[in-house]
């Protein structure tokens, strides 16, 4: 059994960081890939952001490129996300997963596991 705990959520003003980790449990972290969703009040969850299983290859919404970074430490069971700029339309609920192909990252149903998320709160 595989368990993502995310932290590193909080309330920041507009313009603000914040740094979001995951942390994986198992011995097998390293052979996957690893996504990160948001899901705002009364929408959708979507797609952020995701990182192959060595770091090779990273991939963003549109919506965040420029303005989050997402890395991992395989030797630390963890995947990050470095929030920069942030704005009131990134306010959600954040959460980890394991992609389950290495392929598919955009799209949810890639992956198996998932946090049960950190809250982003960013004021105007």
């Known amino acids: 059994q595989v368990q993502l705990v995310e932290s590193g959520g909080g309330l920041v003003q507009a313009g603000g960081s914040l740094r979001l980790s995951c942390a994986a449990s198992g011995r097998t972290f390293s052979s996957y890939g690893m996504g990160w969703f948001r899901q705002a009040p009364g929408k959708e969850r979507v797609f952020v952001a995701a990182?192959?299983?060595?770091?090779?290859?990273?991939y963003y919404a549109d919506s965040v490129k420029g303005r989050f970074t997402v890395s991992r430490d395989n030797a630390k069971n963890t995947v990050y996300l470095q929030m920069n700029s942030l704005k009131p339309e990134d306010t959600a609920v954040y959460s980890c997963a394991r992609n389950i192909y290495n392929g598919g990252f955009y799209r949810s149903g890639t992956y198996d596991y998932w946090g049960q998320g950190t809250q982003v709160t960013v004021s105007s």
């Open positions: 990182i192959s299983w060595n770091s090779g290859s990273t």
